[in-house]
């Protein structure tokens, strides 16, 4: 599990991008309601800033539908923001629990900050 704070794990974006999410003991608390009608079960934050995607981390486990999830991560990135920044955390893409995938327009819209 990527919210377990005591091994790393590696995933790749939404873009296709490898990424390591360093274990931690918390970098980034993400609280989030499933609003979808099935449980989820991977879901990839994007933490984006003036339309820039700064950095992502990934949560797993069994979200049922309404149930409210508070989980501390650690973030693929290295470019935090100041705390004046306006930021926004962003479900860019949901795994359901029966293979099926929700991707956000906002994959379509954000700049990664390492795109070539």
Known sequence: MVNFPRAGVDFVDPW???YYQPSTTGNV?????????????AIDFGLIVSNVLIAEARD???FAPGARIEHELGLAGDHMPSRSAKMECVALVVQWNDGTYYKSPRVFSVTRLNAK
């Open 16 to 18: 296709g991008m490898r």
């Open 29 to 41: 608390r993400i609280d989030f309601t499933n609003n979808g009608s099935k449980p989820a079960i």
């Open 60 to 62: 797993t486990g069994t």
